[in-house]
């Protein structure tokens, strides 16, 4: 079964160009997880969904960040426009209720914003 | 509020030493679940295990091991004959309960210890 998929890997882009980040999570889970990784804060959430409707997003940091889910196999992370501290690592997770409320991680995107 | 504090931030071993990772974690809710995740230097975060709060039993898997007390609110991680491929960052991580009313699921995460393995 294919784990979390996580698209780009790398992204290298321009202060104040527009990010979009993608995630597929593991076919059956209902939950949906973004996290940053960075040095200085370690690892945060941003927001989650649940069968496709965002739970909570208190963790994302401003407005320029939003996040959507369109369907059960797709979910978007954008940051318009993007900024130098932006850089991170960001992380997709998914589960279900079936499960043992275990996330499990796709591989990460690494951003860097000149 | 939720903490996860893992105060060895690095540790150097030499290959097959036991290595034990600490964790403590602060929470007021009576149900909740405790993780260990691995990042090796490739990045991606690799499940190890899950705990839950009513199962404090000690877990052995291979040269991982787990020592969960409630008492002292810790969650300890020991490698055993450690090799050269554990190196990694090792993170402790709290959730309370993702289908408890008004609950998150959301993974609080400890600092993380880095583990260098020398052969």
């Known amino acids: 079964d294919a784990g979390v998929i ?6 290298v ?5 527009e990010v979009t980040l993608r995630c597929k999570p593991i076919s059956g889970h209902d939950y949906l997880f973004w996290y940053r990784q960075t040095m200085m804060r370690g690892l945060e959430l941003l927001i989650y969904f649940n069968n496709n409707v965002p739970i909570d997003d208190s963790g994302m940091p401003e407005d320029r960040f939003s996040a959507k889910m369109p369907n059960a196999s797709f979910s978007t992370l954008k940051i318009q426009p993007s900024e130098p501290r932006d850089s991170a690592v960001y992380f997709c997770a998914s589960t279900n209720r079936q499960g043992p409320d275990t996330q499990y991680f796709g591989p990460g995107t690494r951003l860097t914003v000149l | ?25 602060e929470t ?29 039993q000690n877990e052995i898997s291979g040269r991982y091991s787990w ?14 004959a450690s090799q050269v491929v554990d190196s990694a960052v090792y ?29």
């Open chain 2, 1 to 25: 509020a939720q903490k996860v504090t893992q105060a060895q931030t690095e540790i150097s071993v030499v290959e097959k030493e036991d290595v034990t990772l600490d964790c403590v974690y």
């Open chain 2, 91 to 119: 993170f402790c991580a709290l959730s309370d309960d993702l289908y408890g009313s008004g609950n998150t699921g959301k993974l609080i995460f400890g600092q993380g210890t880095t583990l260098q393995v020398k052969p």
């Open chain 2, 67 to 80: 020592n969960f007390q409630k008492s002292t609110s810790s969650f300890n991680f020991t490698i055993t």
């Open chain 1, 13 to 17: 882009t321009e202060m104040g160009q």
């Open chain 1, 6 to 11: 996580q698209s780009p890997r790398h992204e």
């Open chain 2, 28 to 56: 007021r809710d009576t149900t909740y679940y405790l993780f260990w995740y691995k990042q090796p230097p490739s990045g991606e975060l690799v499940f190890l295990i899950r705990r839950n709060s009513f199962d404090e």
